[in-house]
């Protein structure tokens, strides 16, 4: 992961890592890091959505996008 946070970093990227709290390692190659609390690998995903989702809101928020409705969003219906 780091290999490729610092790729990226070299293409001129601005990094935001989200991280469990201990892992200050990740500060030196990351612009930000959002830390959560340490848990099980296995939960770690339902844990890092939260802090993402609101992430995401508050930025569309900020830049003044509609946050209801996304744009080319491509939406099916199954009917039987």
């Known amino acids: 992961m780091l290999s490729n946070i610092k790729e990226v ?3 001129g990227a601005v ?3 989200i991280a469990p709290e201990g892992h200050t390692d990740i500060e030196k190659e990351a ?3 959002i830390y959560v609390p340490k ?3 296995n939960i770690m995903p339902s844990e890092v959505v939260v802090p993402l989702q609101l992430f995401s809101y508050y930025v569309s928020s900020l830049k ?3 946050i209801d409705k996304p744009r080319n969003l491509a939406k099916s219906v199954t009917v039987e």
């Open 39 to 41: 848990c099980d690998e």
């Open 9 to 11: 970093k070299a293409r």
């Open 31 to 33: 612009d930000h890091v």
């Open 64 to 66: 003044g996008l509609d």
């Open 15 to 17: 990094v935001i890592a």
